[in-house]
């Protein structure tokens, strides 16, 4: 099994990786259990940063996609197939539309909004 | 007497497989690969004019000749004056400087594989870069066995030490041969680390090919590992036996069996050259 990026595409190259491991899943090419190549190796093969590998095996694992046993490295997680189906990037993106479009109907502005979400993103981040 | 008769064999015999039969074979390889994949096929093979890399190898040709000559007048003058040691120093210091001498010509072509892959590199227009979404794990190159062999020699050769420091020799170092032999096996093993997860040098080469190359240097470096760590352990016994002598004519046998045996295994003739054509 090959996984390939582009390093002139529009979409990051995180993205990129994660998309073909979960179509990877879908399309049976990879199973539950089999081992994926450390961060280092996948991306001194690709000639990419390192951390962008880590981000797409952070995002992985979180959608439940991958999982890391420790030092025995990275594996598919049993769940993978049904978890590859679920795109959270979508899910919020609609959960914050019927958020956006409560609001609106109250009366409150977009400017309002905008700064009520950055303070709130602020104040997580101190 | 005898014995320096047959330092000066087993030395021009390092003389000449080091630094005369090796360059030529290497150099035949590299000049039947130039002439079967010319540059109008295979493009992507020749970052550089085919006329600066001749001039690389004949730079590599007059080093080699170079040592040869050295070598040669160390032989002549120890035979001329029918010295007990080589041009009257002693042997194994002798041996040991003119093995690193040999090595220049070595690191010279080195250093150039590595120029050339990173122009390869800077020429690499193409945009998709491929991986195996596999792990590479040590087994898959080298087999339990021979590992162990590695580690058998390794305990060989921290046990024979031991027992020298119970009942030492003159001459004898101490533990500081363990913790030589020991900082050899950690680099070795550094080596065989960045050969399996380290950067891929040559932006063109299939997996397949990397996976050849992988094999062979893991097995060169576990090899050079076992020789090393057995020769020690030798050298430390003929030592005790006031045998040193015999310990530098194995040393240089050693060395000239280890370069016969990594030109069995360098092989050009299986590598896929089409990606390197247009």
């Known amino acids: 099994m090959k996984i390939s990026v582009n390093i002139e595409h529009s979409n990051p190259l995180f993205t990129q990786l994660i998309e073909q491991i979960k179509k990877a899943v879908l399309n049976n090419d990879i199973a ?12 001194n093969d690709l000639d990419i940063n390192h951390k962008t590998v880590a981000k797409a095996y952070r995002l992985l694992e979180r959608d439940g996609v991958i999982q890391t046993k420790g030092y025995r490295g990275t594996f598919i997680h049993q769940n993978a197939k049904e978890n590859s189906t679920i795109n959270l990037n979508e ?23 905008r700064i009520a979400f950055n303070s709130l993103i602020n104040s997580r981040h101190n | 007497m005898w014995d320096n008769h047959l330092l000066y064999i087993v030395f021009l015999g ?95 072509l080195g250093a150039q594989g590595f120029d050339y892959l990173k122009l390869m590199r800077e020429h690499n227009k193409n945009e998709h870069r491929i991986a195996d979404l596999q792990p590479r794990k040590l087994f898959d190159f080298i087999s339990k066995p021979f590992l162990s062999a590695a580690a058998f020699s390794y305990g060989f050769c ?13 001459g004898f170092a101490g533990l500081v041969n363990i913790l030589g032999v020991s900082i050899l ?15 891929k040098y040559n932006p063109l080469q299939t997996s397949e090919d990397r996976s050849i190359e992988t094999t062979i240097v893991i097995k060169l470096l576990i090899l050079s590992a076992i020789c090393s760590s057995f020769y020690l352990a030798i050298s430390l016994i003929l030592a005790s036996m006031d045998m040193r002598d015999l310990g530098n004519i194995i040393y240089s046998l050693y060395l000239q069996a280890f370069i016969f045996y990594v030109y069995q295994v360098m092989k050009f003739d299986q590598v896929d050259y089409s990606v390197y054509k247009t």
């Open chain 2, 158 to 170: 921290v046990v024979t030490v031991l027992y020298f420091v119970q009942y030492p020799f003159d």
């Open chain 1, 32 to 43: 539950a259990g089999d081992a994926l190549p450390s961060i280092r190796q996948l991306a």
């Open chain 1, 91 to 113: 899910w919020v993106l609609s959960e914050l539309d019927k958020t956006l479009t409560s609001f609106r109907e109250l009366g409150i502005t977009e400017s309002e909004m």
């Open chain 2, 14 to 108: 390092q003389i000449f497989v080091i630094s005369f039969y090796f360059p030529k074979k290497i150099l035949g390889l590299i000049n039947t690969s130039m002439q079967q994949h010319p540059r109008d096929v295979y493009p992507k093979l020749y970052p550089l004019d085919e006329e600066v890399i001749k001039a690389k190898l004949k730079i590599f040709n007059v080093y080699n000749s170079l040592v040869v000559s050295v070598g040669l007048a160390i032989l002549a003058v120890s035979i001329i004056n029918n010295s007990d040691d080589l041009a009257g120093w002693d042997d194994q210091a002798v041996l040991l400087c003119f093995l690193m001498f040999q090595y220049f010509p070595m690191l010279y």
């Open chain 2, 185 to 199: 096996y950690a680099g070795l093993g550094f080596g065989i680390y960045i050969k399996l997860y380290g950067k």
